[in-house]
C-alpha cells in the first residue's frame, strides 16, 4: 500500500497495462518481466524496426522486451537516452523500468543517466519512469523531484507499478457507482439457502427452480415436477457447511433415490448437529459444466460492505485465491476484481475450452454488490459459493445471508 501511495505522489499514473523494461542484467530483466505478467501486466516486444534501432545504437543489446543492455551500459551511458526513447516510442508502454544494478550510488558517475531519465519524463509526461537500483540520497532525491520514483527491490517496483494502473484504470471508469436509497428491511427474515436465493434472485441473481419439501413425499413430488436427475441438500439457517454433516446428495434419478435421500441426509443433521434447527431439504435440478466462483459480501467496521471474489466450492478455502474491493460495484471494478484472480484463467478459453460467460459474471457480481450495499445495516455477510459461470449465463447454486444480531447455533 505504501509503495503504491509513493509511486501515485510523485509519478503518473500510467495510461495503459504496458511496461517496457530496460535492464543492466538479463536475469533481472527476465524475473520482472515474469513479475509483471504475474501481476497482470503486458510486456509488448518491441517491433523489427524498433529493435533495428535499438541495435544500431547499442549493438550487444539482447531481447525484445525486456531490453538486455548487459553490463557494457556502465561504459556507454550516452547510448541510454536513445534506446529508451525508442522503446517507448514502438510499443504501447504504460510505464518504463529501468534495472540499474549498483549504478545509483555513483553520484560521480550518475549525471549522464540522470539526464537521460528526466529527459524521457519530459518528452513522455503521462508516462510513469521507475528506476530499480541500490542508490544513495544524493541520486534518489533529484530524480523524485522529476518524478521518479526509485526502488531497490524489483517486486516491490513492479507491485506498485501494478497498482498505480489499475488507480488510473478505475479513475477513467465512466460508470459513477449507483446512486441508491436504502432497500426495504429485511425484517431479519433470512433463516435458511432457499430463502436467501429468493432474496438474491429478487436484486437480479440468477437462480435454479427449487423447491423446498418437509416430507419425502414432497421431495419426490417436486423431483418429478423439476425433472430428474436431481440434486437433494439439507436446508437449516444452523448448518452453513452443509457436505461437513453429509447433507448433500447429487444426482438422485428416481423417487426411491430420493426418499432414501431425505431419511439419510435428515438423519445425519440430527446425528451431527442435534441442536441444529430442520427445515427440511431443498430439491434442484442438476445442472453440468462451467467454472465454480465464489462472491461473498463482509461488512467491514471501517471500510462498509467488501465484495469478495475468487474460485469456488471447497477450493477457496484450499489455495486463498481472492481478491477484494468495495461495493457497490461499477461494471468496470468488477471486471478488474475477476482479473485479480489468477484462477479466473479458467474462465478463458483454459486448455482448449470455450471461454465462460465474462458479462454475466461481472452483472451478477455488481448485483450482489449493490444487494449487499442496500442493505448494509441489517446484513453481516453474504456468501454464494458456487456462483456457477456457464459459456452462456450464471447461476447460483447455493447461498448464505447472515444478519446481523441473528443468534446462531
Same mark, same amino acid.
Given at each position: 500500500?505504501l509503495?503504491?501511495?509513493?509511486?501515485?505522489?510523485?509519478?503518473?499514473?500510467?495510461?495503459?497495462?504496458?511496461?517496457?523494461?530496460?535492464?543492466?542484467?538479463?536475469?533481472i530483466?527476465?524475473?520482472?518481466?515474469?513479475?509483471?505478467?504475474?501481476?497482470?501486466?503486458?510486456?509488448?516486444?518491441?517491433?523489427?524496426?524498433?529493435?533495428?534501432?535499438i541495435?544500431?545504437?547499442?549493438?550487444?543489446?539482447?531481447?525484445?522486451?525486456?531490453?538486455?543492455?548487459?553490463?557494457?551500459?556502465?561504459?556507454?551511458?550516452?547510448?541510454?537516452?536513445?534506446?529508451?526513447?525508442?522503446?517507448?516510442?514502438?510499443?504501447?508502454?504504460?510505464?518504463?523500468?529501468?534495472?540499474?544494478?549498483?549504478?545509483?550510488?555513483?553520484?560521480?558517475?550518475?549525471?549522464?543517466?540522470?539526464?537521460?531519465l528526466?529527459?524521457?519524463?519530459?518528452?513522455?509526461?503521462?508516462?510513469?519512469?521507475?528506476?530499480?537500483?541500490?542508490?544513495?540520497?544524493?541520486?534518489?532525491?533529484?530524480?523524485?523531484?522529476?518524478?521518479?520514483?526509485?526502488?531497490?527491490?524489483?517486486?516491490?517496483?513492479?507491485?506498485?507499478?501494478?497498482?498505480?494502473a489499475?488507480?488510473?484504470?478505475?479513475?477513467?471508469?465512466?460508470?459513477?457507482?449507483?446512486?441508491?436509497?436504502?432497500?426495504?428491511?429485511?425484517?431479519?427474515?433470512?433463516?435458511?439457502? @432457499?430463502? %436467501?436465493? /429468493?432474496? #438474491?434472485?429478487?436484486?437480479?441473481?440468477? *437462480? &435454479?427452480?427449487?423447491? =423446498?419439501? !418437509?416430507?419425502?413425499?414432497?421431495?419426490?413430488?417436486?423431483?418429478?415436477?423439476?425433472?430428474?436427475?436431481?440434486?437433494?441438500?439439507?436446508?437449516?439457517?444452523?448448518?452453513?457447511?452443509?457436505?461437513?454433516?453429509?447433507?448433500?446428495?447429487?444426482?438422485?434419478?428416481?423417487?426411491?433415490?430420493?426418499?432414501?435421500?431425505?431419511?439419510?441426509?435428515?438423519?445425519?443433521?440430527?446425528?451431527?448437529?442435534?441442536?441444529?434447527?430442520?427445515?427440511?431439504?431443498?430439491?434442484?435440478?442438476?445442472?453440468?459444466?462451467?467454472?465454480?466462483?465464489?462472491v461473498?459480501?463482509?461488512?467491514?467496521?471501517?471500510?462498509?460492505?467488501?465484495?469478495?471474489?475468487?474460485?469456488?466450492?471447497?477450493?477457496?478455502?484450499?489455495?486463498?485465491?481472492? @481478491?477484494? %474491493?468495495? /461495493?457497490? #460495484?461499477?461494471?468496470?471494478?468488477?471486471? *478488474? &476484481?475477476?482479473?485479480? =484472480?489468477? !484462477?479466473?484463467?479458467?474462465?478463458?478459453?483454459?486448455?482448449?475450452?470455450?471461454?465462460?460467460?465474462?458479462?454475466?459474471?461481472?452483472?451478477?457480481?455488481c448485483?450482489i454488490?449493490?444487494?449487499?450495499?442496500?442493505?448494509q445495516?441489517?446484513?453481516?455477510?453474504?456468501?454464494?459459493?458456487?456462483?456457477?459461470?456457464?459459456?452462456?449465463?450464471?447461476?447460483?447454486?447455493?447461498?448464505?445471508?447472515?444478519?446481523?444480531g441473528?443468534?446462531?447455533?
Open positions: 500500500m509503495d503504491i501511495a509513493y509511486v501515485c505522489s510523485i509519478g503518473p499514473r500510467p495510461p495503459s497495462s504496458g511496461v517496457g523494461i530496460l535492464s543492466v542484467s538479463g536475469g530483466g527476465v524475473l520482472m518481466a515474469d513479475a509483471c505478467i504475474e501481476a497482470g501486466l503486458d510486456v509488448p516486444p518491441m517491433p523489427p524496426e524498433a529493435l533495428t534501432r541495435r544500431d545504437i547499442h549493438p550487444v543489446a539482447g531481447g525484445r522486451n525486456p531490453i538486455d543492455t548487459t553490463a557494457q551500459l556502465g561504459g556507454r551511458m550516452h547510448i541510454f537516452e536513445g534506446v529508451s526513447q525508442a522503446m517507448m516510442r514502438s510499443a504501447d508502454l504504460g510505464s518504463m523500468v529501468f534495472y540499474l544494478a549498483h549504478l545509483g550510488r555513483n553520484a560521480a558517475r550518475f549525471p549522464p543517466l540522470e539526464h537521460s528526466t529527459e524521457l519524463r519530459r518528452v513522455f509526461p503521462d508516462r510513469l519512469v521507475v528506476a530499480v537500483m541500490t542508490h544513495v540520497d544524493e541520486i534518489r532525491l533529484p530524480l523524485e523531484r522529476a518524478g521518479i520514483p526509485v526502488f531497490e527491490d524489483p517486486s516491490r517496483a513492479i507491485r506498485a507499478i501494478r497498482g498505480a489499475q488507480i488510473r484504470i478505475l479513475q477513467a471508469d465512466a460508470d459513477a457507482p449507483p446512486d441508491f436509497a436504502p432497500g426495504p428491511p429485511l425484517n431479519l427474515s433470512i433463516s435458511n439457502e @432457499a430463502e %436467501a436465493k /429468493a432474496r #438474491l434472485a429478487q436484486a437480479g441473481v440468477p *437462480v &435454479l427452480r427449487e423447491r =423446498v419439501c !418437509a416430507t419425502a413425499e414432497e421431495a419426490i413430488a417436486a423431483a418429478t415436477e423439476l425433472g430428474y436427475p436431481v440434486a437433494l441438500k439439507i436446508l437449516s439457517e444452523d448448518i452453513a457447511h452443509k457436505t461437513e454433516v453429509g447433507g448433500v446428495l447429487l444426482n438422485l434419478g428416481d423417487g426411491r433415490a430420493v426418499a432414501h435421500g431425505f431419511s439419510e441426509v435428515m438423519g445425519r443433521a440430527r446425528e451431527r448437529m442435534p441442536a441444529a434447527r430442520l427445515d427440511g431439504v431443498l430439491i434442484a435440478p442438476m445442472v453440468k459444466g462451467g467454472v465454480e466462483t465464489i461473498g459480501v463482509q461488512r467491514d467496521p471501517v471500510f462498509g460492505p467488501m465484495v469478495m471474489f475468487g474460485l469456488g466450492g471447497v477450493s477457496v478455502e484450499l489455495f486463498q485465491d481472492v @481478491a477484494f %474491493a468495495s /461495493a457497490p #460495484l461499477t461494471t468496470k471494478r468488477a471486471e *478488474v &476484481l475477476v482479473r485479480d =484472480v489468477r !484462477a479466473a484463467r479458467l474462465l478463458d478459453h483454459w486448455r482448449g475450452r470455450p471461454p465462460m460467460d465474462a458479462r454475466s459474471l461481472v452483472e451478477a457480481l448485483r454488490s449493490e444487494f449487499g450495499a442496500r442493505h445495516d441489517e446484513i453481516a455477510s453474504i456468501e454464494v459459493n458456487p456462483l456457477l459461470v456457464f459459456e452462456d449465463g450464471v447461476v447460483a447454486l447455493d447461498a448464505l445471508i447472515h444478519v446481523r441473528r443468534q446462531r447455533c
